[in-house]
C-alpha cells in the first residue's frame, strides 16, 4: 500500500497548480472547493433527470429515494425510461449492475489511497464513488496532498447536489434553465481537463490514445455502454507492457 | 409501479450498484499488492476518463453513429487547449460552457 501511495506521488508533475499546504486549511472547504465543478455539471443533470422521472410517473419522494439509494446518473435514467415501458424488476436491476460495473475499477484505482481509513469509513465513502468523484479525487491524490476525509467531502457534496437538482426537478420543468450558460458541458469540459491532468508521460498518453480508439470503435459496435470497462482494461494491460519498452528508450 | 414493488427495484438497483463500488474499497485497501496490479491501476485512472470521454464526443444518436464534426467535439479542441496550457480545472470548465454556449449560437 505505502509503494504504491509513494510511487503516485513521485509520478506527480511539478508544473501542476501550486500546491497550498492542505493540512492547514479545514479539510471541509477543500472538499467543497475540488467538488464544485462536479456540483456545477450535476444541477443540470439532476433536473433533467427529475423531469422526465416525472413524466414517467414518479412522486418528488420517489426521485430522491432513488437518488439516495442508487446515485448514478445514467443508470437512473435507463431504469426510469425502462419503468415508463414496463420492463420486469429484475431486468432493470440487471441492467443497472451492467451500466454501473465500471465502478469497480475505480474503487480499485481508488483503494490504494485509502491510507489508515477502516472498513466502516470506507463503506461509507464506497457510497460516493461516481465517474466524476473518482476523477476529481484520483487527480487530487496523484498532484499532491490530499486524503480521504477530502475526498468524502468531495463525494458527498456531489451526493447532496444530485439529490437536491433531481428532487427540484421532479417538481416541474419551469426549473430547467433553458441550455443556460452552457451547463450542460461542464461535465464534458471537467472530464477533458482531467484527462490532461492524468497525461503524465508518454505511457500515458499512448494509454488514452488506445483506450479512445478502442472505446469509440466498441461504441459503435456494440450498444449499452460496456465499452467502458472494456476498453479501459485492454487500454490498461496494453500500458502495463508498454511501460518497460518506454522506460528504456 | 406500485410503491412496494419500487421500493424492491430500488434495493434490487442500491444493492448493484454499492457492491462493485465496495468491493475492492474494502478488500484492497490497505493490502500489499504486486507490483503489476500497481501498475495496471495507475493506468486504469487514464484509460478510463478517455474511454469515458471520447466516444462521448465524437458518437451521437442511438444506436450510436460517428458524428466527428459535432460542436462537442469542436468545443472539446479549444478547451482540450486551454487544460493543456493552463492545467486549471475551474477555468476550463468555466471556458468549455462558454465555447459551448457560443457555439450554440452560431452552429445547428
Known sequence: ?249 | MEMNSYLILLLGMGAVTYIPRWLPMFFLSGKKLPQWLIDWLDFIPVAILSALLLPALVTSGDPRQLDILQTKMMVGIPTFLFALKTRSLAGTVVVGMGLYRLAGQFMN
Not at chain 1, 60 to 73: H, K, N, R
Not at chain 1, 205 to 219: C, E, F, G, Q, R
Request: charged fraction near 10%.
Open chain 1, 1 to 249: 500500500m505505502e509503494a504504491g501511495k509513494h510511487e503516485c506521488h513521485a509520478l506527480g508533475r511539478e508544473d501542476m497548480e501550486p500546491q497550498i499546504n492542505v493540512n492547514k486549511q479545514p479539510f471541509f472547504f477543500d472538499g467543497i472547493r475540488a467538488g464544485f465543478p462536479i456540483c456545477l455539471g450535476y444541477v443540470p443533470i439532476g433536473l433533467a433527470f427529475g423531469v422526465i422521472a416525472q413524466k414517467a410517473g414518479l412522486s418528488p419522494v420517489e426521485i430522491a429515494l432513488m437518488s439516495l439509494l442508487v446515485f448514478a446518473g445514467s443508470s437512473q435514467f435507463i431504469a426510469v425510461s425502462m419503468i415508463s415501458s414496463g420492463s420486469e424488476i429484475l431486468s432493470i436491476v440487471m441492467t443497472t449492475f451492467m451500466v454501473n460495473l465500471r465502478h469497480f475499477l475505480m474503487s480499485s484505482s481508488l483503494s490504494r489511497f485509502s491510507g489508515v481509513k477502516k472498513g466502516g469509513f470506507l463503506s461509507f465513502f464506497s457510497y460516493g464513488i461516481t465517474d466524476e468523484s473518482f476523477a476529481v479525487n484520483l487527480a487530487k491524490f496523484t498532484q499532491g496532498p490530499w486524503d480521504m476525509n477530502r475526498a468524502l467531502v468531495v463525494n458527498q457534496s456531489a451526493n447532496m447536489v444530485w439529490i437536491i437538482s433531481t428532487v427540484a426537478g421532479g417538481y416541474g420543468s419551469r426549473f430547467i434553465p433553458e441550455k443556460a450558460f452552457g451547463m450542460e458541458y461542464a461535465l464534458p469540459a471537467m472530464f477533458i481537463c482531467l484527462l490532461v491532468f492524468q497525461l503524465r508521460g508518454l505511457a500515458y498518453i499512448l494509454t488514452a490514445a488506445m483506450a479512445a480508439i478502442i472505446a469509440v470503435t466498441l461504441s459503435l459496435l456494440i450498444p449499452g455502454n460496456s465499452y467502458i470497462v472494456i476498453a479501459s482494461m485492454i487500454a490498461a494491460t496494453l500500458g502495463v507492457f508498454l511501460k518497460p519498452i518506454i522506460m528504456k528508450r
